[in-house]
């Protein structure tokens, strides 16, 4: 039972990295100043990216195409939270452990 809630978690930590590249890329064709403001105060990239879509930094740049993919962010994230929720839930009361 605890194996869904894993594997949902794990695809969206794979999809995550997918969309901060594509974020970051996009940053950096279309709007490269934000992306040298954000990124210079950061030890890695992704991070900039994970603080820019949290505090929802594409609403001022009207920039559609970056709106969608920081909501797609955003959404992904929220189901990871909530597997990762989920599976620590099972963890505490057993209930994803089988018994033999």
């Known amino acids: ?31 490269p100043e934000v992306w040298l403001q954000i990124s210079a105060k950061v030890y890695f ?3 900039a990216i994970y603080g820019f879509a949290w505090r929802r930094q594409d609403k001022p740049l009207n920039d559609p195409e970056i709106t969608r993919r920081v909501n797609q962010f ?19 009361t057993s209930a994803g452990m089988t018994r033999h």
């Open 74 to 92: 955003l959404i992904v994230s929220a189901t990871a939270v909530a597997a990762w929720v989920v599976m620590i839930g099972l963890v505490l």
């Open 45 to 47: 990239p992704d991070n």
């Open 1 to 31: 039972m605890i194996l869904i809630p894993f594997v949902i978690f794990f695809v969206c930590v794979i999809a995550l990295l997918v969309l901060a590249r594509e974020v970051r890329k996009a940053l950096a064709a279309r709007h």
